[in-house]
């Protein structure tokens, strides 16, 4: 069983700090994707991760994969309410898999 | 473009009671998943449809659990008879294909009393 292990599981901080959350793993995955989840909805795509060492940036976020394509992080840059939710990181293509193996996710809370 | 449709939103139901859900995909999403997500974790893949054909059903409790997907378009999930450990909100997904992004439908809350 591919395990994602994602981290802090919780984290609630104030408008305008920075944060980074981790997707940690001892399997390596062909490409890696980062969803997040609003109460009520299913998870929406933010980004997709492909080549070690890979950075992506999509506004205030910033997204790394590992160089061994094990790991992965996310950095917010002054985080507004608008980000609070549910950030679930999954790998694709683990152990001969194209399936999508979650993690548990990272519960964000901006507060005012 | 219509995302992917779930209904119904809520349902309760008491244990060892049948309850279905029904998801329709994004047009042309050759490719349907069936997801359950209980609280606090994320979502696990029960089963994925590459068209009307099965291609992975290896999570799915089949004591219990059965999915189809007639004509290769919308699709149906049944649980019977449910447990209180099926609490939990079961997501539908559609993809174009087998690989890349998956489209998520806003899911069905199951409570199990």
């Known amino acids: 069983t591919q395990l994602l292990e994602q981290s802090p599981q919780f984290l609630s901080i104030q408008e305008g700090e920075n944060l980074t959350v981790y997707c940690n793993s001892s399997?390596?995955?062909?490409?890696l994707q980062w969803y997040r989840q609003e109460p009520g909805e299913g998870p929406v795509l933010l980004v997709t991760v492909v080549t070690g060492g890979e950075v992506k940036k999509l506004k205030r976020l910033t997204f790394q994969f590992g160089d061994a394509r094990k790991d992965s992080s996310l950095h917010i840059t002054a985080a507004q309410p608008g980000d609070t939710g549910l950030y679930l990181c999954?790998?694709?293509?683990?152990?001969?898999?194209?399936?999508?193996?979650f993690g548990k996710g990272t519960k964000l809370s901006v507060i005012p | 473009e219509a995302g992917v449709a779930q209904s119904p939103r809520y349902k309760i139901i008491e244990k060892r009671q049948s309850v279905a859900f029904w998801c329709n995909p994004i047009?042309?999403?050759?490719?349907l998943y069936w997801y359950q997500q209980i609280l606090g974790q994320g979502p696990k893949l029960l089963i994925q449809?590459?068209?009307?054909?099965?291609?992975?059903d290896s999570q799915l409790p089949k004591d219990r659990f059965s999915a189809e997907r007639l004509k290769g378009v919308d699709s149906t999930l049944k649980i019977q008879p449910a447990k209180l450990e099926d609490s939990a909100v079961y997501l539908c997904a559609s993809s174009p294909s087998g690989l890349g992004e998956q489209y998520f439908g806003p899911g069905t809350r199951l409570t199990v009393t």
């Open positions: 999954a790998g694709e293509g683990g152990a001969g898999s194209y399936q999508l193996t």
């Open positions: 047009s042309g999403h050759a490719t």
């Open positions: 449809f590459q068209n009307n054909g099965v291609v992975d």
């Open positions: 399997s390596v995955f062909s490409s």
